[in-house]
C-alpha cells in the first residue's frame, strides 16, 4: 500500500491556488468537480505524491460541516490498494468503523471508501483503488 494523495481542505481553491503554485511551486495537474462529494477538486503535483485542495460546493456538504467545525486544513490522507470492495470487507470483519461500507466514485473516477476517524487515531483515512 503506497500513500496516493494527501487533501486539504480550502474554503477556496483559486486562492489556495495561489500559495500551493507559486510560493511552493506544485504543478496544477486539473481541476474537477465531483458531484457526489459536492466537493471541487485541484489536483497538484508534488514529486512522487499528490496533494488534493478540496473546496465545498455548497454549504449543506460534508466537507463544508468540515471547514466549519475545523476550519481549513489537513482534511484526510489516501492510500493505493488493488480491491478497495475486498479491503471493506476485511475491515468489518476486524470491527474497524467505516464510512462507506460500499465503494463510491471519487476523483479521477477511482473507487474510493473512507474508514472513519474514530477508528484511525482521529484521521480521516481513504482508499483508492488502482486503475
Known amino acids: 500500500m503506497l500513500v496516493n494523495h494527501i487533501a486539504i481542505a480550502v474554503k477556496n481553491i ?12 506544485l504543478s496544477l495537474k486539473n481541476v474537477e ?26 454549504q449543506d456538504s460534508s466537507l463544508s460541516k468540515f471547514i466549519n467545525k ?16 475486498k479491503a471493506i470487507n476485511e475491515l468489518k470483519e476486524k470491527g474497524i468503523r467505516l464510512i462507506d461500507e460500499k465503494p463510491k466514485t471519487g476523483a479521477s473516477g477511482k473507487k474510493i471508501a ?17 486503475t
Request: charged share 25%; net charge negative.
Open 33 to 58: 468537480i465531483v458531484k457526489d462529494q459536492g466537493v471541487k477538486v485541484a489536483i497538484l503535483e508534488c514529486d512522487n505524491i499528490t496533494i488534493e485542495l478540496l473546496e465545498p460546493l455548497h
Open 70 to 85: 475545523k476550519g481549513e486544513g489537513l482534511h484526510h490522507i489516501a492510500f493505493s490498494l488493488k480491491n478497495v470492495e
Open 14 to 25: 483559486d486562492k489556495a491556488l495561489e500559495f500551493y503554485k507559486k510560493i511552493l511551486g
Open 114 to 130: 473512507f474508514i472513519h476517524p474514530e477508528s484511525a487515531n482521529s484521521v480521516l483515512v481513504e482508499f483508492c483503488e488502482n
